[in-house]
């Protein structure tokens, strides 16, 4: 755990990398994940096929179906930005890996906070502080606090054209966006399926074409839509532009949420996220000292972080992950 941009995920990768590269016997099985998608695809979704579908009354029987159907894909588990927000989540986190690590499961997290801050504020704690004593227990705690460098800031010098507007610059998001859909006359409003629950989620402009989607803030932010519908939308396109997002506080918190989820699914499925604002990142959550201690404040430094690496060179040259799932 440590400060974003600290270099965190990259020591995981170089883990993960390390044993996806063993080509001799024996051959380990590993798997790298996003939490909010592990959560979403591997758990949630599986708990309702062996509740509904399978017909497995018993809770305890459900969670060990999908203990056994997360160890098939390896048993070596990498969660990367492990980070609890979901009351539904939380209540059910130290079940789940006691089965996995029971199981026999080798599990690697990253996280911008430490074990004893996870869920800090969040509804029903003491019921989710049983998990922080499993991860001190079992886990070994690696602390990155003492690195000063956000290195994402540090790709973020190389800064590209064109991929994020402050204030009256709208008349060059308007010029991007008809270049990047080269004045596609078959603009529309379209409809998705979102990857879980199959429910309609709205795309108010978008190419299909040239897999280039557009939506504002408040469409994205102000209407009640979650990871599962921001990974949706990350997998069907490549390039997302996001306008008129406002100076934000603490009194709009469930906007910042929702604005951190948004940020996070577009940056695991490597979108080009073009972006619209009434400031520059650093400036878009400003927050008074009584409040520094909110999950959400330390989670949008993530957010900061990651909009500066996302504007870079190196970034855009990454490939898209979508259409994968």
Known sequence: ?????????FCMDQFFDSISRMDRPPRILAQKVHFNKFMLTS????????KMIDKIKDSEA??????DSIIEDGNIICFDEFQVTDVADALILRRLFTGLIEAGAVIVMTSNRPPQDLYLNGIQRDRFAPFIDLLIDRMEIVSMWESETDYRLVHGKNKARGVYFVGDKRNEL??????LTKGDEKLKSMKLVTINSKRSLFVPTASAEHGVARFSFDDLCRNPLGAEDYLTIGDNFHTVFISDIPALTMKDINLVRRLILFVDSMYECHVKL?????T??????KVDLKNRTHDEVFAFDRTRSRLEEMGSVEYLKKRWLGGQT
């Open 274 to 278: 073009i972006v619209h604002a009434a």
């Open 43 to 50: 758990v949630h979704k599986q708990m309702h096929k062996f």
């Open 62 to 67: 459900v969670l060990r179906n999908v203990v």
């Open 280 to 285: 520059t990142p650093d400036g878009m959550f």
């Open 1 to 9: 755990h440590g400060g974003v941009g600290c270099g965190k995920t």
């Open 174 to 179: 308007e010029s991007a966006f008809l270049e």
